[in-house]
């Protein structure tokens, strides 16, 4: 879930962001995500003293990153479960890489490009932009994009997952998202060709299309009613001439 050897994690709550930095509050977090553990589990789990942890749960409450509840049949046992969201992570600035973005920007202005050129460089500016300064928003936009996926899948009627990847490969072309290509049925593996989010980009050394991977994960739920997770594992950002996504289903 969380990244490793980074500073500071920031979290949405319903009270807005909240930045962690403590190495226990993060394992705390990464202990209970996915389900709720006793504060017996937990301190067993972060190896510490009952009062530092009894600290730092209370931290975390305050917060609202965290929710405590008592266990109905014993009031003197509590659970401690995730009330919050993963949103983003502090990085090295990657100032060089954004600075050639706004000078291609600049570029489509002075140049008279057509104006989809010159929104899809304004919005990599903002989505770089956001890096440049340190922050990696990458957990966010999955989030985003699973909420446009949601949205967008109602529209697709395909009854199976072979017609799916059909309709999902005429609207990427459509609106000239990319070229899909369906390269292995199991696990199922997209190859985006002239990747809208980052065909013009770099080798940064990383994946960059979180917003794709959420938007893919939305549609075959919403779809199909199909949970798959979507893993991005070859980029544009990775030095290749293509994206590539491992499409799995979820028992």
């Known amino acids: 879930m969380l990244p490793k050897n980074n500073i500071t994690i920031i979290f949405s709550?319903?009270?807005g962001m909240a930045a962690l930095d403590s190495p226990v509050k993060l394992k705390i977090i990464e202990f209970i995500h996915g389900q709720p553990r006793s504060f017996e589990n937990i301190v067993n789990e972060c190896c510490?003293?009952?009062?530092?942890i009894s600290v730092h749960l209370k931290d975390l409450v305050?917060?609202?990153?965290?929710?405590?509840?008592?266990?109905?049949?014993?009031?003197?046992?509590?659970?401690?479960?995730?009330?919050?969201?993963?949103i983003a992570y502090s990085q090295t600035p990657m100032q060089n890489c954004y600075n050639r973005i706004i000078d291609r920007l600049?570029?489509?202005v002075d140049s008279g490009n057509s104006e989809m050129e010159f929104y899809r460089t304004l919005c990599h500016t903002?989505?770089?932009?956001l890096e440049a300064y340190g922050m990696n928003p990458k957990p966010v936009f999955k989030k985003i994009g699973n909420d446009i996926g949601q949205k967008m899948g109602k529209f697709f009627v395909a009854g199976s997952?072979?017609?799916?990847?059909?309709e999902l490969a005429g609207f990427w072309q459509l609106h000239g998202l990319g070229e899909i290509e369906i390269r292995n049925p199991d696990p199922l593996t997209l190859i985006v060709h002239d990747c809208f989010d980052c065909s013009d980009m770099p080798d940064v050394g990383r994946t960059l299309c979180a917003l794709d991977e959420g938007?893919?994960?939305?549609?075959?739920?919403?779809?199909?009613?199909?949970?798959?997770?979507a893993k991005e594992v070859e980029c544009y950002g990775t030095g290749h001439n293509h994206c590539k996504f491992d499409i799995r289903i979820l028992d």
């Not at 903002?126 to 932009?129: E, P, V």
């Not at 997952?161 to 059909?166: P, Q, T, V």
């Open 106 to 108: 600049m570029d489509t």
């Open 13 to 15: 709550t319903e009270n």
């Open 62 to 86: 305050m917060q609202n990153i965290i929710l405590e509840q008592k266990d109905p049949s014993d009031k003197r046992k509590k659970y401690y479960s995730l009330n919050s969201q993963f």
């Open 215 to 229: 938007i893919f994960e939305g549609i075959f739920e919403a779809s199909l009613k199909l949970p798959v997770t």
């Open 126 to 129: 903002i989505r770089y932009g």
């Open 161 to 166: 997952i072979e017609e799916l990847l059909a």
């Open 48 to 52: 510490k003293a009952k009062s530092t």
